[in-house]
DNA sequence: GTGTGTGCAAACTGTTTGCACGTAC
DNA sequence: GTACGTGCAAACAGTTTGCACACAC
C-alpha cells in the first residue's frame, strides 16, 4: 500500500505532470485494496470529472503500470489493475471474487513441485479465489464455478 | 487424449450435424498436444475450407466447448482451447511457451496452503509456464518473464 | 512559453449476432 | 422436407491512436 503522495511523488520524478485527474486515480488505488477494471476506474472518476473518456483512464493505467505503481492482471472476465504490491518476497494471492480484496500467500508450490529435468520453468502462476470474512457472509450462495 | 470419432461420436449423440467442417476441427484437436489460439484454429481449418469464415469457427468452437469436448482458457495473450482433460483427478498443468503442449502436475498446491478460517475458498489456479525438452533445446533465450 | 495531458472521434482487434442459403439427417 | 450449419455482413465491447485544445511546469 501506497499513500496518495508516495505515488504522486513517483509521478513527478519521472517527468510527468501530476494533473488532478492523475492525483485522484493515485487517490482511488492507495484506497482499494483490491483489483479495478478499467470500467470500475472510469466509473469512479467519471463521477468528479464530467467529460472523462475512455482513452484517458486507459493511458493513464498504462502510464502507471509501465511507471510499476500498478501491476496488470489478466482474469477471466478481463484485465484488472491494482496497486503494485511492496512485499519485498516473492508470494502468491488470494482473491475475493466480489470485493476484489487480495490477501498474501506467503506458500510457493513451486518449490514443491516436482519439474521433469528437460522442462524449463520460466514463471509460474498460483491463484486462490473466494470470498473473504466480509464477503462471505453476504454472499453465502452464488457462482459456483469449482 | 481423444480419437477424432469418438469427439464426433459425442458431438452426434447430442444431436448435432456431422459436418466435414466439424469432422476436421475434431481432428485437429485430436492430434494437437497443447491449446490453439482461435486464430490457430480459422488458419489451419482455412487451408481446407476457402471460404471459411472466422465467425463458424468460434461458433464451434463454443458448441464443441458447451459438449465438454473442449475446455477454454485464458491466457495473457488471449483464448485458448484444448481437449478437455479426461483425468479423473483433479491435477494442474506445465504448459509449453512454445508449442503450447502440456504435461499434468499431480501436486495440488491448495493441499498445503493455509487458508484463513474466515476465507471462503471458490476455486484456485495453478500453472507453470516454461519450455519443454523439444522446444528448450531451440529457444534457449528470448521471452525473460519470471 | 513549451510540452505533456486531455477529450473527441475514429480506427482497430477479438468476438457475437441476424439473415438467407445450403446441407446433414 | 426440416432444422441445423454455414458464410456474409454488420454489430458489438474493449482498447488504441491522431489530432487540436488546455493546462502543469
Redesign the interface.
Known amino acids: 500500500m501506497q499513500t496518495v503522495e508516495e505515488i504522486v511523488g513517483v509521478m513527478s520524478s519521472q517527468g510527468l505532470r501530476v494533473t488532478d485527474q492523475r492525483r485522484t486515480l493515485a487517490g482511488l488505488f492507495a484506497d482499494t485494496p483490491g483489483y479495478l477494471s478499467p470500467k470500475d476506474v472510469y466509473d469512479y472518476m467519471g463521477r468528479t470529472y464530467s467529460g472523462l473518456s475512455f482513452d484517458t483512464v486507459y493511458r493513464n493505467l498504462r502510464v502507471m503500470e509501465e511507471l510499476g505503481v500498478l501491476e496488470q492482471v ?3 472476465d478481463g484485465v484488472k489493475f491494482k496497486l503494485h504490491c511492496r512485499e519485498t518476497h516473492h508470494h502468491h494471492h ?1 482473491i ?2 466480489q470485493c476484489g480484496r487480495t ?1 498474501p ?1 506467503t ?1 510457493c ?2 518449490e ?5 529435468g ?16 466480509s464477503c ?1 457472509q453476504e454472499e453465502p450462495s452464488a ?1 459456483g ?2
Not at 112 to 116: A, D, E, L, M
Open positions: 489478466v482474469f477471466e488470494m475475493c471474487l490477501h500467500i506458500f508450490p513451486m514443491q513441485t516436482k519439474v521433469p528437460d522442462f524449463t520453468v520460466v514463471k509460474h502462476k498460483f491463484e486462490v479465489f473466494g470470498y473473504c470474512s462471505s457462482e464455478k469449482a
